[in-house]
C-alpha cells in the first residue's frame, strides 16, 4: 500500500519564527490534505491540496504530485500553532495518514 | 452546528465489557470511516462504508462491529472489551476522494 513520510518529526521553535514541513508519498494520489491536531485532540483541516499552491493566512501549502511530495508552511508561528501536523494521502477510499510532525512553538 | 459529531466523548469502561460508538454527519458526504489513534498518535483506518456498504475492514478483530443504518450514521460496536482497546477513535467522512472532515473524537479507556 501506499507509504507518507512526515519530516521532520519534532520541531521546537520561538514565537515569530517561519518553518516548514514535508510530506513525501510513494505513489500517485487523488487527494492530500494537511491536518492540525491541536493540544485538545481535535483535528482540525488545513488544506485539502492534491496539487498546486494554497495559502490561508499565515499558512500556505505546496503540493508537486508530479514528484510525490507536499509542503507546509507555517510564517510568523504563534503559541496556538503547537500540536501535531499530519499529511495525508488516499489511497484506495482511504485516507493513509503520515506519522506527523510534532510542533512546540515557544514564547 | 458540528458537520462530523460523535458520542461519548470520553467512555471509561471495564475490560469485558461491551460499548458503542456514535457518529453522524450532516455534510451529505457517502462515505464514512473510523480511524483509530494509539497512544504514539498513529493514525489507522479501521473501516471505510460507501452508501452504507463496508468497502474497507482493514484487518481488524471481530469484536468490532461497524453499522450503517444510512448515509448520515455510522456506529461502532465493541465486543468484550480489552485493554489493548483504549485509543482515541474518529469518525470522518466524505465524499468519495474528497476532502474528509473528522469529528471531535472519543477516547476509549479500558480498565
Known amino acids: 500500500g501506499i507509504q507518507v513520510e512526515q519530516s521532520p518529526p519534532d520541531l521546537i521553535l520561538q514565537e515569530g519564527a517561519n518553518s516548514t514541513l514535508r510530506c513525501n508519498f510513494s505513489?500517485?494520489?487523488?487527494?492530500l490534505q494537511w491536518f492540525h491536531q491541536n493540544p485538545w485532540g481535535q483535528l482540525i483541516n488545513l488544506f485539502y491540496?492534491?496539487?498546486g499552491t494554497k495559502q490561508n493566512g499565515r499558512l500556505s501549502a505546496t503540493t508537486v504530485a508530479t514528484e510525490r511530495y507536499s509542503l507546509l508552511y507555517i510564517s510568523s508561528s504563534q503559541t496556538t500553532d503547537s500540536g501535531v501536523y499530519f499529511c495525508?494521502?488516499?489511497?484506495?477510499?482511504?485516507?493513509?495518514f503520515g506519522q506527523g510532525t510534532r510542533l512546540t512553538i515557544n514564547p | 452546528d458540528t458537520a462530523v459529531s460523535q458520542t461519548p466523548k470520553y467512555l471509561v469502561t471495564q475490560m469485558g465489557n461491551d460499548k458503542s460508538i456514535k457518529c453522524e454527519q450532516n455534510?451529505?458526504?457517502?462515505?464514512m470511516y473510523w480511524y483509530k489513534q494509539d497512544s504514539k498518535k498513529f493514525l489507522k483506518i479501521m473501516f471505510s462504508?460507501?452508501?452504507?456498504?463496508?468497502?474497507i475492514n482493514e484487518t481488524v478483530p471481530n469484536r468490532f462491529s461497524p453499522k450503517s443504518p444510512d448515509k448520515a450514521h455510522l456506529n461502532l460496536h465493541i465486543n468484550s472489551l480489552e485493554l489493548g482497546d483504549s485509543a482515541v477513535y474518529f469518525c470522518?467522512?466524505?465524499?468519495?476522494?474528497?476532502?474528509?472532515?473528522f469529528g471531535q473524537g472519543t477516547r476509549l479507556t479500558v480498565v
Open positions: 455534510l451529505g458526504h457517502d462515505t
Open positions: 505513489d500517485s494520489v487523488n487527494n
Open positions: 462504508y460507501n452508501n452504507k456498504e463496508l468497502i
Open positions: 491540496i492534491p496539487s
Open positions: 495525508a494521502v488516499d489511497g484506495a477510499q482511504k485516507l493513509v
Open positions: 470522518a467522512s466524505s465524499l468519495s476522494h474528497g476532502e474528509a472532515f
